[in-house]
C-alpha cells in the first residue's frame, strides 16, 4: 500500500503525499501550502509542483545556510554577483526560470563553495555533477586545503597497490600514477603530446610505441575511438576534446577508422572503454617476467575525486584462460 491510509483503506490525497514529503525532509507544512491547490495526478498526487518546491527549498537551505555561514547580508554577495539585491533574492529563494552551468558557477565563487559544495549545488539545482573543468573566465577556483592534502595521500594510497593505477580528468589527462602503471610503461620513446603519463587518449592513438604494450593494437585502437566520441557527447564544449577530434581528422588511417570502422565497433562493443566488458585486451609488460597479460580497466573513484571531476582506473592485470599457439606463456588479455 503505497500513501495510502492503512486503517480506512483510502486512496492518497494530494494532502497525504505533500504530508509525507514534509516527514521525509522535516520541512515545515506551511511550505507546501501552494501545492495543495495545484494540479493533481489521477492518484492525488500534484503534478510537478510538489518537486519543485521540494528543490527550491532544498536550494534555499544551502544558499541561504553558506551565506550566513560567510556571515553575508544578501546585498553583499549580491554586490559579488554584480545584480540587485531583489534579483540575488530571488537567486536564494530557487525563483530562476533556468539555471545554466555560468549562473552556478558565478554563484558557487561568490558564496566561496568548495568543490563537494560545488556539486551539491549543480545536484540540487539541475540534477547532475558540474562539468570537470568548466568554470567560465573570471570565475576562479578556490583553493580547497582539505583536498590539497586529501591528493597527496591518496596517491600514497595508490602506491600500495601492485597493479597499475591512474587518475584522470574528463579529458583523459593523467593527473596521478603509481609506480606499478609507470613500470608498464618505461622505455618508451620520448613524445612531445602522448606520453602515457600525460594523456592516455593520445597516448593509445598517436605515441609510435603504443603497439609494443597495446598489442591487439587495432582493437585498442577502435575502443579509445569509441571513448572518444563518448567524452565529447557528455563534455560537447570542451575545446581540447574537440582539437583531439581536428588532429584525428587530419590523420587519414584514424580518420577513417574514426568515421568507419569505429562505428561498426560501437554496435557490438559500446563505446565507453572502461565498462566494456566484451572481449578482453592483451598487453606486453616490458618485464619478461610477466610478458603477456590479460587487463580489464575497472574504475574505483572515491567521491572526494568524483567532485574534482577525475576518475580512478585500474588496471587488473591477470593470467590467460586460454592459450594460442602464438601466445607466451605469460599471455593474459587486457579488458578495455
Given at each position: 500500500?503505497?500513501?495510502?491510509?492503512?486503517?480506512?483503506?483510502?486512496?492518497?490525497t494530494?494532502?497525504?503525499?505533500?504530508?509525507?514529503?514534509?516527514?521525509?525532509?522535516?520541512?515545515p507544512?506551511h511550505?507546501?501550502?501552494?501545492?495543495?491547490?495545484a494540479g493533481?495526478r489521477?492518484?492525488?498526487?500534484?503534478?510537478?509542483?510538489?518537486?519543485?518546491?521540494?528543490?527550491a527549498y532544498?536550494?534555499?537551505?544551502?544558499?541561504?545556510?553558506?551565506?550566513?555561514?560567510?556571515?553575508?547580508?544578501?546585498?553583499?554577495?549580491?554586490?559579488?554577483?554584480?545584480?540587485?539585491?531583489?534579483?540575488?533574492g530571488?537567486?536564494?529563494?530557487?525563483?530562476?526560470?533556468?539555471?545554466t552551468?555560468?549562473?552556478l558557477?558565478?554563484?558557487?565563487?561568490?558564496?566561496?563553495?568548495?568543490?563537494?559544495q560545488?556539486a551539491?549545488l549543480?545536484?540540487i539545482?539541475?540534477?547532475?555533477?558540474?562539468?570537470?573543468?568548466?568554470?567560465?573566465?573570471g570565475?576562479?577556483?578556490?583553493?580547497?586545503?582539505?583536498?590539497e592534502?586529501f591528493?597527496?595521500?591518496?596517491?600514497?594510497?595508490?602506491?600500495?597497490?601492485?597493479?597499475?593505477?591512474?587518475?584522470?580528468?574528463?579529458?583523459?589527462?593523467?593527473?596521478?600514477?603509481?609506480?606499478?602503471?609507470?613500470k608498464?610503461?618505461?622505455?618508451?620513446?620520448?613524445?612531445?603530446?602522448?606520453m602515457?603519463?600525460?594523456?592516455f587518449?593520445?597516448?593509445?592513438?598517436?605515441?609510435?610505441?603504443?603497439?609494443a604494450v597495446?598489442v591487439?593494437?587495432?582493437?585498442?585502437?577502435?575502443?579509445?575511438?569509441?571513448?572518444?566520441?563518448?567524452?565529447?557527447?557528455?563534455?560537447?564544449?570542451d575545446?581540447?576534446?574537440?582539437?583531439?577530434?581536428?588532429?584525428i581528422?587530419r590523420?587519414?588511417?584514424l580518420?577513417?577508422?574514426?568515421?568507419?570502422?569505429?562505428?561498426?565497433?560501437v554496435?557490438?562493443?559500446?563505446?565507453?572503454?572502461?565498462?566494456?566488458?566484451?572481449?578482453?585486451?592483451?598487453?606486453?609488460?616490458?618485464?619478461?617476467?610477466?610478458?603477456?597479460?590479460?587487463c580489464?580497466?575497472?574504475?574505483?573513484?572515491p567521491?572526494?575525486?568524483?567532485?574534482?571531476g577525475?576518475?580512478?582506473?585500474?588496471?587488473?592485470?591477470?593470467?590467460?584462460?586460454?592459450?594460442?599457439?602464438?601466445?607466451?606463456p605469460e599471455?593474459?588479455?587486457?579488458?578495455a
Amino acid at each position: 500500500m503505497s500513501l495510502s491510509t492503512k486503517a480506512t483503506g483510502k486512496a492518497a490525497t494530494a494532502e497525504d503525499h505533500v504530508r509525507a514529503a514534509q516527514a521525509r525532509l522535516n520541512v515545515p507544512l506551511h511550505r507546501w501550502g501552494g501545492v495543495l491547490n495545484a494540479g493533481t495526478r489521477s492518484n492525488g498526487q500534484p503534478v510537478d509542483d510538489l518537486a519543485a518546491e521540494m528543490r527550491a527549498y532544498r536550494l534555499q537551505q544551502l544558499l541561504q545556510g553558506r551565506r550566513e555561514y560567510l556571515k553575508l547580508r544578501q546585498e553583499e554577495v549580491a554586490e559579488r554577483l554584480s545584480m540587485s539585491a531583489r534579483n540575488y533574492g530571488n537567486w536564494e529563494r530557487g525563483v530562476v526560470k533556468e539555471w545554466t552551468d555560468e549562473k552556478l558557477f558565478q554563484l558557487a565563487d561568490a558564496l566561496e563553495m568548495t568543490e563537494s559544495q560545488v556539486a551539491r549545488l549543480f545536484l540540487i539545482a539541475v540534477d547532475r555533477h558540474p562539468p570537470a573543468d568548466a568554470r567560465p573566465a573570471g570565475v576562479r577556483e578556490r583553493s580547497n586545503p582539505s583536498m590539497e592534502a586529501f591528493l597527496p595521500d591518496y596517491a600514497t594510497a595508490m602506491e600500495a597497490l601492485s597493479l597499475p593505477s591512474f587518475v584522470i580528468d574528463q579529458r583523459w589527462q593523467v593527473r596521478l600514477t603509481n609506480s606499478a602503471y609507470r613500470k608498464l610503461f618505461r622505455g618508451l620513446r620520448n613524445h612531445p603530446t602522448a606520453m602515457p603519463t600525460d594523456n592516455f587518449l593520445r597516448f593509445g592513438l598517436f605515441h609510435p610505441d603504443a603497439s609494443a604494450v597495446l598489442v591487439d593494437f587495432d582493437d585498442w585502437r577502435l575502443s579509445l575511438l569509441a571513448q572518444l566520441a563518448t567524452s565529447l557527447e557528455r563534455n560537447d564544449q570542451d575545446p581540447e576534446l574537440d582539437a583531439l577530434r581536428l588532429e584525428i581528422y587530419r590523420h587519414p588511417t584514424l580518420r577513417n577508422a574514426y568515421l568507419d570502422d569505429m562505428q561498426a565497433w560501437v554496435l557490438g562493443a559500446g563505446t565507453d572503454l572502461v565498462h566494456h566488458y566484451g572481449k578482453p585486451r592483451t598487453i606486453r609488460h616490458p618485464d619478461p617476467l610477466i610478458g603477456l597479460r590479460s587487463c580489464r580497466l575497472v574504475e574505483e573513484t572515491p567521491r572526494p575525486l568524483q567532485a574534482r571531476g577525475l576518475v580512478r582506473i585500474t588496471m587488473v592485470l591477470t593470467e590467460p584462460e586460454t592459450l594460442g599457439e602464438s601466445t607466451l606463456p605469460e599471455a593474459a588479455t587486457c579488458n578495455a
